[in-house]
């Protein structure tokens, strides 16, 4: 079992302990609505996984290899960055990308960067909900207080990486 899936089970049993204490509608109603969010959300989750598969499987393995891998150093960083900013979709379709590139050899630093593009610069809801609701000026400010953010999460990734791989080496000769 993995660290994740042991963390998300122990706050589910903690907090269907915590229901359950304070009587039986309140644990019935968080499993109704439990069952109503899986069923929701489980077609769609498919359906993501499948697609994301999909799209990336258009990307050959050598280009992920050559251009979001180790050996690429910052340029993966770019490439990463640039990518998130343009993946139009929710977390479950960005992080199955970012798995998906992640298995095809894809660096830390430029997953790392994808994932913080995605998250700070998502184009799609630029376009639907920051213009629309909060207008330009505001779009101009907020992008231009993060437009590094991406860069600098990918670059401090990689910072470590090297520094660790120092260590390694000063250790292994020891």
Known sequence: MSLGLAIILT????????????G?????????????????LLPRMLCALIGASFAVQLIPTEFIGAYLGEDAGVIAIVIGSVTG????????????????????????????????????FALHRVFIFEVP???????RLRLSSVVALPFLAGGLVL?????????????TFR
């Open 11 to 22: 706050l589910m049993l903690l907090l269907g302990g915590v229901a359950r204490s304070r």
């Open 85 to 120: 900013m343009l993946i139009p979709a929710g977390p479950v379709v960005a992080f199955s990308i970012a798995a998906v590139f992640a298995n095809e050899g894809a660096s830390a630093p430029a997953l790392v960067a994808f994932i913080t593009s995605w998250s700070v």
């Open 133 to 139: 609701l909060l207008g330009l000026s505001f779009l």
């Open 159 to 171: 910072g470590c990486a090297r520094v660790l791989e120092m260590l390694e080496t000063v250790y």
């Open 24 to 40: 039986a509608d309140c644990f019935e109603s968080g499993l109704i609505r439990s069952a109503e969010q899986i069923l929701t």
